[in-house]
């Protein structure tokens, strides 16, 4: 019987400790070798040309040829999906790297030489197992086009005023996402010319510390008010709230709104923020006037929540396998049977609007 191939990898930092560590990580999974190391970018792109790895774990921050660089130049000339390794004083920078079309990242606990750096290892052999099923095409699709997504007006951003008063079928769209998830959000919110007169609530799976830098990323780039949620928010029309990260998003009715709690997680839930949860939370508040949208992402997180939403009269979408980066989480919500539509990023915003029932100009 022929032995599985392996997962090539190619690990580039400039710290020795970390190298070894990585490196130490990574080869006790009996699927991957580590093929190379590099101890800076233009180091980083010979050993990429001529090993051809399946997966380069990346430092941003080396001497000569930073991370930034070396990215664009892997995913111009020879396309191969990289995980970049950063600390969580990088937040920014991170996600100008899932820009330039890293797969995605593993937060690093401290800056400097430390024993810790090992916790991170269930994390980042996660994500790297990612890599056996994952969409490179989409990736490199995304890379050209989602860096040049302009503002959604294609102007500077004005303060949000409210959404215009008009009949919308929902009050609430759901989203939850994981591996590949920040660039289609960015994408799907972009979309909207001016904020729907209904709520976005948004799980993306990501280490707390990093949220809140991906709200304010996304505020800057589209229409809705969109921020980190914080205990007590109110869930209002035009807004977008994106749970923080390690924690998960529920919601309450209190008084004539609706709040959202952040609660921990619990023992049993294998990822956070949950999508299960969100969703459900939102069929229970909302009903029928839910709408759950899965994207992106490895695991079966949002399966259950889909079909609670289904369950309360609410409508289903899920993201199709020729655009999702990773089809894990989508691919097990529609193995349900309660998901309504199966939809591409390109045409998820349009998609939104016309189960809203609100008519009006999109980009």
């Known amino acids: 019987m022929r032995s599985q191939k392996k997962i090539r990898v190619v690990v580039i930092d400039d710290s020795a400790f970390n190298r070894r560590a990585i490196s130490k990580m990574l080869e006790s999974m009996p699927e991957v070798v580590v093929v190379g190391y590099a101890t800076d970018g233009e180091e980083g792109i010979r050993k990429v040309i001529d090993l051809k790895p399946d997966l380069v774990t990346l430092d941003l921050e080396m001497p000569r040829m930073d991370g930034f660089t070396l990215l664009r130049i892997i995913m111009g000339y020879c396309p191969t999906p990289v ?4 600390s969580k004083s990088d937040d920014e920078k991170v996600f100008k790297a899932l820009e330039l079309g890293a797969v995605d990242f593993v937060a690093k606990p401290t800056q400097g030489i430390s024993e810790e750096l090992l916790s991170i290892s269930g994390d980042i ?6 890599v056996l099923s994952l969409n490179m095409k ?5 890379e050209k086009g989602v860096a040049s997504v302009p503002h959604a007006s294609g102007k500077a951003k004005k303060d949000v005023e409210a959404p215009r008063v008009m009949p ?7 989203i939850g996402a994981s591996t ?10 972009a979309s909207f010319r001016e904020p729907l007169p209904l709520a976005i609530v948004i799980s993306q799976h990501m280490p707390s510390g990093f949220t809140r830098t991906f709200a304010e990323r996304l505020n800057r780039l589209c229409n809705f008010d969109v921020r980190e949620a914080s205990d007590g928010d109110q869930v209002r029309p035009g807004s977008v709230l994106i749970a923080p990260g390690g924690h998960n998003m529920v919601f309450e009715k209190s008084g004539g709104s609706v709040v959202a709690r952040i ?17 459900t939370s939102c ?6 006037r839910t709408l759950g949208v899965v994207l992106t992402g490895m695991g079966n997180d949002g399966s259950q929540g889909v079909r609670a939403v289904k369950s309360a009269g609410g409508q289903v979408i899920a993201e199709a396998e020729s655009s999702a980066v990773v089809f894990g989480m989508p691919k097990e919500a529609i193995a349900t049977g309660v998901v309504d539509k199966v939809v591409s990023i390109d045409l998820m915003a349009l998609e939104i609007r016309m189960r809203s029932g609100v008519a009006a100009d999109m980009d």
């Open 168 to 174: 919308c079928r929902l009050d609430v769209v759901a």
């Open 83 to 86: 995980i970049v390794i950063s």
């Open 283 to 288: 069929a229970e508040v909302y009903g029928s």
């Open 180 to 189: 590949g998830g920040p660039p289609a959000l960015q994408r799907i919110l």
């Open 125 to 130: 052999q996660q994500k790297v197992r990612s």
């Open 263 to 279: 609660v921990k997680p619990s023992a049993t839930e294998r990822y956070s923020p949950s999508v299960d949860a969100m969703l």
């Open 138 to 142: 989409e990736i490199i699709r995304r």
